[in-house]
């Protein structure tokens, strides 16, 4: 398993898009990267992602390569 890049007690957030929606995704954000999880089952455990992965992702978002 890999180490959260996330310190303890930093706090889950879901997108300011998902307008309540029962598919979410919740992301907890650090200088070293992100933790996500699935809002419906948080208990099931998160992905971890590094700054660089991170970043990536939310560029490929913000620019529609990952529409």
Same mark, same amino acid.
């Given at each position: 398993?890999?180490?959260?890049?996330?310190?303890?007690?930093?706090? /889950?957030?879901?997108?300011?898009?998902?307008?309540?929606?029962?598919?979410?995704?919740?992301?907890?954000?650090?200088?070293?990267?992100?933790?996500?999880?699935?809002?419906?089952?948080?208990?099931?455990?998160?992905?971890?992602?590094?700054?660089?992965? /991170?970043?990536?992702?939310?560029?490929?978002?913000?620019?529609?390569?990952?529409?």
């Amino acid at each position: 398993m890999n180490k959260s890049p996330v310190p303890p007690g930093t706090d /889950w957030h879901k997108s300011s898009y998902s307008n309540g929606g029962t598919n979410c995704v919740e992301a907890r954000e650090g200088s070293q990267g992100a933790d996500v999880r699935d809002s419906q089952n948080p208990l099931l455990g998160h992905l971890s992602f590094a700054s660089p992965e /991170w970043s990536g992702f939310l560029q490929g978002i913000k620019t529609g390569r990952l529409a």
